[in-house]
Structure formats: structure tokens, C-alpha cells
């Protein structure tokens, strides 16, 4: 079989989106993915204001707008945003469907296989690929877009440090049957991170994403059952502490049980690179780049990983199809790498404390007495406010007169 010009690993947002790029540029791509159809990867599938603005054929994907947004604070206090710029929420199989199709519109050729890092070899001309049955593929250039866990990262840029990931797990779960159904985001008492609610057009999602260092599986699936059965116990009009009672009711008893019919188990993790790691990490060379999470690329303070996946496969393909793919690594550096960057050095100060509570804590209550900082939020929430000068900008509103 003649060669193809790129062989990309992983079709995920960033793997399908790079292929279809390069496939529109004229290059000859093979996309590889051994998820079985119908598989969701793990995932609250939120896109951002700022993602759907820079790419609005993600809106053509069947998804749900949001425009409002529950925030609370690590002691409950709540914090409503009416969003001026609305994000979406996806089921990740009708997401990744969706740009998978593209690329396949597009001219690269889909293939249904997993290609494991061991039977990936460098060959005179670039990289042939085999699978487990004996089946070969070359290509000029590979791209390892296989996720967090890529055995292709692994292999050419080396592995992560265990606190350079984050974990995330959580529960699909039906829709309420009131049909009220809020977004929630509630950051978590006594550890790093956050809950959330993600309603889609036929499920819930439900997770928690904390610190590799700072999970604790018991207490915080505990949290996360109190989170949810309280969340449902709200949307059906009960008053109810917001993360659920000391002693259950009845009431949350019969909730739970219909939890424990119903919802489904996932769990993965998210890259949450150190600034070190930013700063050395080479995420590409001569015939190699990595994509999205198999570079590393999610924010390290949210574990928002889709628009980075999308933009690191757009610069991606520029670079290739301009003929200079190391130009990659500059690329991604002045794009988002500064924010990153910023976010790993942010995070413990996030979580952290300030003026003896939760920073967390001390955000809502600022930003529920002040406009200026809610508006703050409400643009870090739409991707728009980046790290970089957010405490700048959190301070500036705080002590602007009203
Ligand atoms: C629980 C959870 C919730 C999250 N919520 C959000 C959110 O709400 N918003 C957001 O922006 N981000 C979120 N993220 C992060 C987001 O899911 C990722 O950043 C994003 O999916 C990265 O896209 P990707 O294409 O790089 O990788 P992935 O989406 O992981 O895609 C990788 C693909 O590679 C395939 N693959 C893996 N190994 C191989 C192999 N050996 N051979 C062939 N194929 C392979 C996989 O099947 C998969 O299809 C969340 C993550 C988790 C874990």
C-alpha cells in the first residue's frame, strides 16, 4: 500500500480534528482508534463560549446550550450566572462522531484498530505501524493523540510524574423527572476541586475531578453520592442542604436507590502538568508531534481539555501543511502555553487559602456582592479570562466602586 503522509493515533477531538485539517490540506491521512462504537470516553463534555466562537461547526454536533450556570462555594453558598456567552454540553459518543465523520468527509481513511506504542517503529522513511494480527500501515509522520494515558507520549517524550495527573470519575444518570435541570459546578469542601451536574439532551453527567495526590476514593464517592442525591432531591422542590443531609430522609433513600438502579460508573484521568513540566516538555520532533491530552494539554486548574485538544490539532496541521512541523512546538507555546503555564502555578493558590477561607469561597462571596467580579467569573467560565491576569483583574473588580 502506498504510504500515507501522517499517521495519527487516537480519534478524539484533537486526533479527528488534526485529520481532518490535513486530509483538507491535501495530505494523505490514517486515523486510528480501537474504541469500540458507542463507547463514551469519560468525560463532563462542557465546550466553552470561546471554543464554539473559534470553531461554530461544533454547534451542527447534537448538544445542549447552556446559559445559566449554578456555582457554590466550598460551604454551599450558591452563586447564579446568567452566561452572556452560553458554552455547550456533549455526549462525548455524539461528539466524537461528529468530528470523527468530518475527517472521514474530509478524505482520511478511518481505521478501526488499536495500535499499541510497542508496535509503533521508526523505518528509513517515517513510521510503520502494525497491529496484533500482523496488519502494517506507514506513514511520513506520527501523531500520538491516544489521551492521557498515551503509550505514544510514553514513548517519545517520556513519562508524567503521577502528580502530573488528575483524576476524575463520576456517574451517568437520568434526567430528573421535573425535567428542572440545572448546570452545576460546585467547588469541593475540605479538597482540591470541584462537583458538577452536566445535563445533556438524555442524561446526566455527574463527576468529580480532584488531585491524583489528593484522591481519596471512599470519602469523595461518598461526597459525590451526597451531591447528587441532594441535587435531585432539589430539582424535585425539596429544601435540602446542598450536599445532601447529615441523616437521610426517606426521601433521599428512595432517591439513592433509584441512583443505584440507574447510574453508570466512569472514571480517567486528566493531564495536570506542574509549571515545570511545561516549561520541559518537548511535545514534538522531526516526524512526531503529540495532540491534546497525550501533550499534556488540559488546563490544570478545571481539567477543561477539549478546547486545547482542537487547537493544539489546529496548530498542528498549520505547521505541517506550511511544511515546517517543528514550528508546532513554538506554536502552541505563544498560543495557550503561557496560560497553562500560569493555571499549574495558580492551582494550589486556587484551592488554596486567602483571608483565612477557601479562595474559592472568598470568589463567590465577592463575586455574589459584586457585579464586576461576577462578570469576572462568568468570563473565566467562557474561556475567555485566562490565567494570566485574572488576579489582576478578580482585585481590580473587587475594589471598583459598585
Ligand atoms: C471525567 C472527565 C471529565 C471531563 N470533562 C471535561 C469537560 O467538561 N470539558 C472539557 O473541555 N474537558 C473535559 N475533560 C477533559 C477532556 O475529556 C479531554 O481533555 C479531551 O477528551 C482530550 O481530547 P483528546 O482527543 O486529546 O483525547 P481523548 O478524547 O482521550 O481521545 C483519545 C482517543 O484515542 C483513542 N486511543 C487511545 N489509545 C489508543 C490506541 N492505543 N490505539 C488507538 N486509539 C487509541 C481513544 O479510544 C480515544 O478515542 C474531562 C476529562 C475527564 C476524565
Given at each position: 500500500m502506498k504510504p500515507f503522509d501522517a499517521l495519527i493515533i487516537g480519534a478524539g477531538p484533537a486526533g479527528s480534528f488534526a485529520a481532518e485539517l490535513l486530509a483538507k490540506g491535501g495530505a494523505k491521512v490514517a486515523l486510528f482508534d480501537g474504541r469500540p462504537e458507542g463507547t463514551p470516553k469519560a468525560c463532563g463534555g462542557g465546550v466553552t463560549a470561546k471554543a464554539l466562537k473559534a470553531w461554530p461547526q461544533l454547534l451542527n454536533a447534537a448538544g445542549r446550550t447552556i446559559s445559566d450556570l449554578d456555582l457554590y462555594s466550598p460551604s454551599g453558598k450558591k452563586l447564579h450566572l446568567a452566561l452572556d456567552e452560553p458554552f455547550a454540553i456533549y455526549s462525548r459518543v455524539v461528539f466524537d462522531s461528529y468530528l470523527r465523520d468530518r475527517a472521514r468527509d474530509a478524505g482520511a481513511q478511518i481505521i478501526s484498530e488499536k495500535i499499541s506504542a510497542r508496535k509503533a517503529k521508526r523505518v528509513d522513511q517515517g513510521w510503520r505501524l502494525q497491529n496484533d494480527n500482523g496488519s502494517e500501515w506507514t506513514g511520513a509522520i506520527l501523531a500520538g493523540a491516544d489521551g492521557a494515558n498515551s503509550g505514544i507520549a510514553k514513548m517519545l517524550a517520556g513519562p508524567l510524574p503521577p502528580s502530573d495527573m488528575e483524576v476524575a470519575f463520576g456517574y451517568r444518570a437520568p434526567l430528573p423527572a421535573s425535567e428542572i435541570a440545572p448546570t452545576v459546578v460546585a467547588f469541593l469542601p475540605r479538597w482540591i476541586g470541584?462537583?458538577?451536574?452536566?445535563?445533556?439532551?438524555?442524561?446526566?453527567?455527574?463527576?468529580?475531578?480532584?488531585?491524583?495526590?489528593?484522591?481519596?476514593?471512599?470519602?469523595?464517592?461518598?461526597?459525590?453520592?451526597?451531591?447528587?442525591?441532594?441535587?435531585?432531591?432539589?430539582?424535585?422542590?425539596?429544601?435540602?442542604?446542598?450536599?445532601?443531609?447529615?441523616?437521610?430522609?426517606?426521601?433521599a433513600i428512595r432517591v439513592r436507590k433509584h441512583l443505584n438502579d440507574t447510574a453508570e460508573r466512569y472514571a480517567a484521568r486528566i493531564p495536570g502538568l506542574s509549571a515545570k513540566t511545561w516549561d520541559?516538555?518537548?511535545?514534538?520532533?522531526?516526524?512526531?508531534?503529540?495532540?491534546?491530552?497525550?501533550?499534556?494539554?488540559?488546563?490544570?486548574?478545571?481539567?477543561?481539555?477539549?478546547?486545547?485538544?482542537?487547537?493544539?490539532?489546529?496548530?498542528?496541521?498549520?505547521?505541517?501543511?506550511?511544511?515546517?512541523?517543528?514550528?508546532?512546538?513554538?506554536?502552541w507555546r505563544e498560543d495557550f502555553g503561557g496560560d497553562l503555564s500560569r493555571a499549574a502555578q495558580m492551582r494550589r493558590r486556587f484551592y488554596g487559602n486567602f483571608w483565612g477561607a477557601p479562595f474559592t469561597e472568598r470568589m463567590i462571596e465577592f463575586a455574589r456582592g459584586h457585579r464586576g467580579v461576577k462578570r469576572v467569573l462568568g468570563d473565566l467560565v467562557a474561556g475567555e479570562q485566562g490565567y494570566v491576569d485574572l488576579k489582576k483583574k478578580l482585585m481590580k473588580s473587587a475594589f471598583r466602586p459598585v
Open positions: 470541584y462537583a458538577w451536574a452536566f445535563p445533556r439532551p438524555d442524561h446526566i453527567s455527574f463527576g468529580i475531578a480532584t488531585t491524583q495526590d489528593a484522591f481519596e476514593h471512599e470519602p469523595l464517592d461518598d461526597l459525590l453520592w451526597r451531591f447528587m442525591v441532594g441535587y435531585y432531591q432539589q430539582c424535585e422542590g425539596a429544601k435540602v442542604r446542598f450536599w445532601g443531609d447529615e441523616k437521610e430522609t426517606n426521601d520541559n516538555r518537548k511535545v514534538c520532533g522531526d516526524d512526531w508531534a503529540l495532540l491534546g491530552d497525550a501533550a499534556g494539554f488540559a488546563d490544570p486548574v478545571t481539567g477543561e481539555g477539549i478546547y486545547y485538544a482542537l487547537r493544539s490539532a489546529e496548530l498542528f496541521a498549520e505547521a505541517y501543511l506550511n511544511g515546517n512541523p517543528q514550528t508546532y512546538e513554538t506554536r
